[in-house]
């Protein structure tokens, strides 16, 4: 009785493994776009200011990059109730891929005289900036799209 009992566990066992073993596993997903989505803690009494600011410098900056082809998009999300420490606002920007995300610093440098002069501009800029808000976490994303 007792080897019975081993021998219909032992095709049971058998039969579940064939069974995992027969699933496709095929590949049916691809990588997508690259988000990177930035925490924003406008300050109290500040958000007009900080809308200012950004329609002008940060909006020029994403055109240029947009025109050059390193961004897909880019977007802003008001946090409708915030708790206490959480972000009232975040910011998005969409890559094509992380090549696209990750260009060197010549890059930057060149984008920073073309859209503000030169990087003691903005660098004065961020200072300026830092008065009307606090950066929190950037969240990094992939998409992933299935294949057709």
């Known amino acids: 009785m007792k080897t019975l009992r081993i021998i219909t566990l032992a095709a049971l066992l058998t039969g579940c493994l064939a069974t995992a073993w027969a699933q496709d596993h095929s590949r049916t ?18 958000w007009n200011a900080y809308m200012n600011d950004l329609k002008a410098n940060w909006r020029r900056s994403m055109e240029a990059q947009m025109e050059d082809g390193h961004v897909l998009g880019y977007g802003m999300y008001a946090v409708v109730s ?3 420490g959480e972000p009232n606002l975040i ?6 891929n992380w090549a696209a995300f990750d260009r060197g610093p010549e890059y930057f440098e060149e984008l ?30 992939r998409e992933v799209k299935f294949m057709d």
């Not at 776009?33 to 406008?42: K, M, P, R």
């Not at 910011?91 to 094509?96: D, I, K």
């Open 29 to 46: 997903t691809e990588p997508g776009a690259v988000l990177a989505l930035t925490e924003v803690h406008v300050k109290p009494g500040m």
């Open 82 to 84: 915030p708790r206490e």
């Open 91 to 96: 910011l998005r920007v969409t890559y094509p």
């Open 112 to 141: 920073m005289e073309s859209t503000f002069g030169g990087m003691d501009e903005a660098r004065e800029a961020g200072i300026e900036r830092g008065e009307l808000r606090t950066l929190g976490s950037e969240l990094l994303l």
